[in-house]
C-alpha cells in the first residue's frame, strides 16, 4: 500500500513565512551592524592602537558647579550620554544603574556615574536636577553650552544628531553606549548593563 504524500503548503502559508521570516531578518542584520559599528569604533586593527576616547572637557553639574575631566579620577567612572527628553533608552539605562548601585551598596561611594547630555538647548542644569530625582542620587547630571557639549562628545566619540518631529518638536538619535573609565581616567571598554545588577557590581568592584 503506497502512502500519498501530503499537500505541498499552499501559495498564502509560503507568503506568510516570508513575511514573518523578514522581519526577523532585519532584527539579525540590524544586530550585527551595531556589533561592528563598536568594533569600528573601539578595536584596534592589526597595527594601529586604539583611539583615544575621553579627554579634557569642563561642563556644569545639575547643581550648577563646575565639572571636570579631572572630578572622573580617583574612581571608576560609567558615563552615559543622553537626553532627558528620551522616551525609553536613557531613563532605562539610568535604572539599570540605579539597580547597580542598590547592589553596591556602602560601597556605592567609590564608584561615580555621570549622565551627559546631548541637548543642551533643553536640558539645563534645573532640568537635570529634577529629571535625576528619579534614580540613585550618586549619578551626576552634566549640561554646558553647546561648543562644551561637542567637546566632549568628540573627545568620548559620540555620535548624536536632532531628529524633527511634529508641531517642531524634536528628538536626538545618539550612542547609548556606557562608557567604563578606570580610576585614571582611561577607557577600559563598553559596560555590559545586560548582566545582573549583581554581576554588573561586581563586573565595577575590580576597579575600585
Do not use: W
Amino acid at each position: 500500500m503506497s502512502v500519498k504524500p501530503g499537500p505541498d503548503p499552499s501559495a498564502k502559508e509560503k507568503a506568510l513565512a516570508r513575511r514573518l521570516a523578514l522581519p526577523l531578518l532585519a532584527f539579525v542584520f540590524g544586530a550585527v551592524a551595531l556589533l561592528m559599528a563598536v568594533a569600528v569604533v573601539f578595536m584596534p586593527r592589526e597595527g594601529q592602537q586604539v583611539a583615544a576616547v575621553g579627554g579634557p572637557f569642563s561642563l556644569v553639574d545639575q547643581d550648577g558647579k563646575a565639572f571636570t575631566e579631572k572630578d572622573l579620577l580617583g574612581k571608576p567612572s560609567l558615563v552615559f550620554f543622553g537626553f532627558t527628553h528620551c522616551p525609553d533608552v536613557c531613563p532605562t539605562t539610568l535604572y539599570e544603574i540605579t539597580q547597580v548601585y542598590s547592589e553596591l551598596a556602602a560601597k556605592g561611594d567609590k564608584v561615580r556615574a555621570v549622565f551627559v547630555t546631548v541637548d543642551p538647548a533643553r536640558d539645563t542644569p534645573e532640568l537635570m536636577k529634577t529629571y535625576l530625582s528619579s534614580f540613585d542620587p550618586h549619578i551626576v547630571g552634566l549640561s554646558g553650552s553647546q561648543a562644551a557639549v561637542d567637546g566632549i562628545m568628540k573627545a568620548y566619540r559620540v555620535f548624536a544628531r536632532k531628529v524633527p518631529g511634529e508641531n517642531g518638536n524634536y528628538t536626538m538619535d545618539h550612542t547609548a553606549l556606557v562608557y567604563l573609565m578606570d580610576a585614571k581616567g582611561r577607557f577600559v571598554g563598553a559596560f555590559n548593563l545586560q548582566k545582573s545588577p549583581a554581576e554588573a557590581a561586581k563586573e565595577l568592584e575590580r576597579y575600585m
